[in-house]
């Protein structure tokens, strides 16, 4: 069990940056592997970048790769998404997700993850 909760969004103008943080409460954050997602209104869920629980490993969807970095501290227990050059398209909610279980779903699906936070708005404006 573990509860997260994402901040860092807002408005920010076209090719700029952007850092997202998301907290996580509980002891056992190392045993979670963590991922970000995003929703734009109206679209499906989109993955977005996923780090293994040591945070050495790291997966990123096309449309981010280059631009965005996941990386966490698992000392304060935080995860965050470091998001450079921004686009309008980038414009949505983003989600922080907790993968607890490893189950036998593919790892860039929101089935794969327990633990959700409620999002942070991303506005990218050109």
């Known amino acids: 069990q573990v509860q997260l909760v994402e901040s860092g969004g807002g408005l920010v103008q076209a090719g700029l940056s952007l850092r997202l943080s998301c907290a996580a409460s509980g002891r056992t954050f190392s045993r979670y592997a963590m991922g970000w997602f995003r929703q734009a209104p109206g679209k499906e869920r989109e993955f977005v970048a996923r780090i293994s629980r040591s945070g050495g490993t790291m997966y990123y969807a096309d449309s981010v790769k280059g631009r965005f970095t996941i990386f966490r501290d698992n000392a304060k227990n935080t995860v965050y998404l470091q998001m450079n050059s921004l686009k309008p398209e980038d414009t949505a909610v983003y989600y922080c997700?907790?993968?607890?279980?490893?189950?036998?779903?593919?790892?860039?699906?929101?089935?794969?993850?327990?633990?959700w936070g409620q999002g942070t708005q991303v506005t990218v404006s050109s």
């Open positions: 997700a907790a993968d607890e279980n490893y189950n036998g779903s593919y790892y860039y699906t929101g089935a794969r993850y327990e633990y």
